[in-house]
């Protein structure tokens, strides 16, 4: 079962836990990558500097369509209602990371206009680890089944998506999180602040 935009939207609003204080200008940060490669555990530590609301696919994903079946039409749905939100929270103040593979430069276009429409300061974070590293990860995270994890993403899943992959055409920031991120994490912090 599908609902109108509105509705997706307003069940996504529902699921926030409580929103950080409005900011003028209040910064989009959109983090991207391949699965494993540390999204969400580098928008956690981001989170524990920032006062931001961390908004994620696969949540979100969860949310919209509690079995998800990955399909074209489905990704349409949560993407369009996430970019609906992210607006509406930016109009309203409340500074975002989006946490998603955001792997087509087409997809992020629409993050780049909300961006533009809001006024918001926009921060392009590319997050990438050696394959082996990633391999190992989503290995681990498949044998643990943590509920931490959204994302039902393996290693078949990256293969299939990293030939996808398209270059960010915008400055951006690239960190490894197999490194310390403490200097990218720390240099984020100062950009939100310019």
């Known amino acids: 079962m599908t609902g109108s935009l509105d509705e997706d939207v307003e069940k996504l609003r529902q699921s926030l836990n409580g929103l950080p204080h409005p900011q003028v200008e209040p910064p989009l940060i959109v983090v991207s990558g391949l699965p494993g490669t540390g999204k969400s555990f580098f928008c956690r ?100 089944a943590m509920p931490q994890y959204d994302s039902e993403a393996d290693w078949e899943v990256y293969n299939k998506m990293k030939p996808r992959r398209e270059k960010i055409s915008r400055n951006h920031l690239v960190v490894d999180t197999s490194q310390d991120i403490t200097a990218i994490i720390d240099k984020i912090v100062r950009a939100t602040k310019k």
């Open 45 to 144: 530590k981001l989170a524990e500097r920032l006062s931001f609301l961390i908004l994620t696919s696969d949540t979100s994903r969860k949310i919209l369509s509690p079995s998800p079946l990955y399909k074209e039409s489905e990704n349409k749905r949560l993407f369009s209602a996430c970019y609906a939100l992210i607006e509406e929270l930016l109009r309203k103040g409340i500074p975002v990371i989006f946490d998603a593979t955001n792997l087509l430069e087409h997809h992020r276009e629409h993050l780049y206009h909300v961006a533009e429409r809001t006024g918001a300061k926009l921060i392009l974070v590319w997050v990438e680890a050696p394959a082996e590293v990633v391999r190992q990860r989503l290995l681990a995270r498949e044998k643990a």
